[in-house]
């Protein structure tokens, strides 16, 4: 009977969220770019381009998230 500390479930948890953490990338980029493009649309401002500066924002947030997520993958091992 198999255990909850079963290797071949570990590594399979490990690989799924190893290959989630580029959909979640691109998930909070492009709404931080389209926030952004949304911004510029509705509030011009001859200064500043709001979308460049919420899509360096959003890689931040998701440059984080994935930090975290490698920690916490790592933290179980």
Request: no cysteine.
């Amino acid at each position: 009977m198999p255990t909850n500390n079963d290797p071949k479930k570990n590594n399979y948890n490990k690989w799924l969220a190893l290959i989630n953490i580029p959909i979640q990338m691109g998930i909070i980029i492009y709404l931080f770019a389209y926030f952004g493009n949304w911004l510029d649309e509705n509030h011009p401002s001859t200064k500043v381009y709001y979308v460049k500066v919420m899509v360096m924002v959003g890689v931040v947030l998701a440059l984080y998230n994935v930090i975290r997520q490698v920690n916490e993958i790592n933290k179980k091992q």
